[in-house]
C-alpha cells in the first residue's frame, strides 16, 4: 500500500507538470496556434499524457 502510495503521489506530480505546460501555451494566440504544426502537437501529446495520467490515477485508487 506504501508503494502504492508513492505512486499516486508521483502521477499526480506528473500530471501537474503536464498541466503546467499546457498553462504555458494558453497566451499563445489562436492565428500563431493554428500555424504551427509542432506547438499543436506538443500540446496534443501534453494533453495525452494527462489525460493517460487522470486513466492511470482513477485505475490505481480503484485498488487502494
Request: glycine share 6%; hydrophobic share 35%; net charge negative.
Amino acid at each position: 500500500m506504501v508503494d502504492e502510495q508513492a505512486r499516486l503521489r508521483e502521477m499526480l506530480a506528473d500530471l501537474e507538470e503536464y498541466l503546467d505546460g499546457l498553462r504555458e501555451k494558453q497566451g499563445v494566440p489562436k492565428d500563431r496556434f493554428e500555424n504551427d504544426a509542432d506547438l499543436q502537437d506538443i500540446v496534443e501529446r501534453r494533453l495525452e499524457k494527462a489525460t493517460q495520467t487522470c486513466i492511470d490515477i482513477g485505475r490505481l485508487i480503484g485498488r487502494l
